[in-house]
């Protein structure tokens, strides 16, 4: 009797559809517009991050009377291309092949140093293993700025500068520590039964790192790799310390800052140099995108 009461659309139990306001609610709570904040979120954090980039190309093909025109207009009405013209006859090949060496050079000395590092820290078991790791991580914290003096003093003893060499060698000596703390974490992440497997084949270390580990570890080479090409490639306090009076080794950081003048700065030039600056950057990332985003979601930093 009580369950057909209960049941019956009349009873005292009946489930009701619940007031406008508890239905507002559900539908202001419910996962379909969860989604959409979070969807809003994602395209407020795209607009940020993209809008200057757009503003900066629209500025570099504007003609110069419409620069500062009003109202703003991200599509000029005309398009000119002079401002590149003149970035390249001012040395835009020349910049652009300095910093592809010095990039290259740097981060292949870096990837270089850091993985062998990262698989000795990760796998051996030594004194002032702690101790030495602390050191590097300290390395790391202290900005290159700070200590630019003795660097300028160091370099000039050893007569490094105003040479790509010199150059090189500050990005290695100062981008490494990081570099080795962030390839142990992925180390980490690897069985050490590996390595046991391998050495019963016959391996030695270094052909365990080589043949056996770098293939699963290549995500965070990726990640290592891309992070220190956009340090290295965009960095201008160093470069400029070291080379600052030599015109032919100039990268493109150097030579963007050269359209800055005392009285006034040529903007649709430094647009220009700055987009010419990004692609490089972008088809590096495109080329390595899916090792970057396999090594954000694989990899951890656990340190021991």
């Known amino acids: 009797m009580s369950d057909d009461a209960e049941s019956a659309p009349g009873g005292t139990g009946a489930v009701t559809e619940g007031t406008p306001v508890e239905r507002f609610r559900d539908r202001l709570l419910g996962p379909g517009a969860v989604d959409l904040s979070v969807y809003t979120l994602y395209a407020l954090a795209v607009a940020f991050f993209v809008f200057p980039v757009l503003w900066v190309v629209s500025v570099s093909v504007r003609p110069p009377g419409e620069l500062f025109s009003y109202p703003f207009r991200l599509v000029p009405a005309e398009v000119s291309l002079s401002a590149y013209r003149r970035v390249f006859r001012a040395g835009m090949v020349t910049w652009l092949f300095n910093s592809t060496a010095v990039t290259a050079l740097g981060v292949g000395s870096i990837v270089a140093v850091s993985v062998p ?24 914290m202290i900005s290159p700025v700070i200590i630019i003096v003795p660097l300028y003093t160091v370099m000039s003893g050893l007569g490094l500068l105003r040479t790509r060499t010199g150059l090189i060698l500050l990005y290695v000596g100062i981008q490494t520590p990081f570099s080795i703390w962030l390839l142990k974490g992925y180390f980490d992440t690897i ?58 080794l100039h990268t493109i950081s150097i030579g963007v800052y050269k359209f800055q003048g005392q009285y006034g700065n040529d903007w649709r030039a430094i647009a220009a140099a700055s987009v010419v600056g990004m692609v490089p950057l972008v088809v590096v990332f495109l080329g390595l995108q899916r090792y970057f985003v396999k090594g954000l979601i694989e990899g951890s930093l656990k340190g021991q």
């Open 117 to 140: 590092a990262a698989y000795a820290f990760s796998r051996f078991e030594f004194t002032g293993r702690r101790e030495l790791l602390g050191l590097v991580l300290l390395f790391q």
């Open 191 to 248: 069985p050490k039964e590996l390595d046991y497997a391998a050495r019963i084949d016959g391996c030695n270390r270094l052909q365990t790192l080589r043949h056996v580990l770098l293939r699963p570890v290549a995500p965070g080479i990726a990640v290592v790799a891309i992070f220190n090409t956009v340090l290295t490639w965009s960095e201008f306090v160093l470069a400029f310390t070291v080379l600052r009076t030599e015109s032919r």
